[in-house]
């Protein structure tokens, strides 16, 4: 997947307002499914959105460049939306295993799905206090060639 192009509309405060219109350069974004997180692959034929401006990159209106998002963000955005969910199921279920003897299959099904959701409910209340979310923004990373 290649980095999708945009035009800089807009800038305020180091944020820039900018505008992709040809989202051929991602195959899933041509197709119409998007990214999972669907900021880029709507249906629709232009997309809007307000980015970072990377560190020592100085654009202006009118300007093309290109936009990306962090591999760490986006290694760390798995990790609570996937890791804790399946961290709870383990340790609820692990610690019944070894603490309930016999463990009965309902009461075994009964803590892994406690533990699914209790594994949700801390990865969801980390990534929002840990600012998971709002570092999912796209930032720009260079100018767009011609």
């Given at each position: ?5 945009a035009t800089v509309i807009s800038i305020v405060d180091g944020r820039a307002r900018v505008e992709i219109a040809d989202r051929s350069a991602c195959p899933r974004c041509a197709a119409g499914k998007g990214c ?111």
């Amino acid at each position: 997947m290649t980095d999708p192009v945009a035009t800089v509309i807009s800038i305020v405060d180091g944020r820039a307002r900018v505008e992709i219109a040809d989202r051929s350069a991602c195959p899933r974004c041509a197709a119409g499914k998007g990214c999972g997180a669907g900021m880029v692959g709507s249906t629709r034929g232009v997309v809007a959105l307000t980015v970072r401006v990377t560190a020592g990159l100085t654009v202006a209106a009118g300007d093309r460049v290109t936009l990306s998002l962090a591999p760490t963000d986006l290694v760390r955005a798995a990790l609570f939306v996937y890791g804790a969910p399946l961290g709870g199921l383990l340790l609820f279920s692990g610690s019944a295993y070894l603490l309930i003897d016999p463990l009965a299959d309902a009461l075994a099904l009964g803590f892994a799905i406690f533990g699914l959701l209790a594994g949700g409910f801390v990865g969801r209340t980390l990534a929002r206090r840990g600012g998971c979310v709002s570092r999912m923004l796209p930032s720009i990373s260079g100018y767009a060639g011609s």
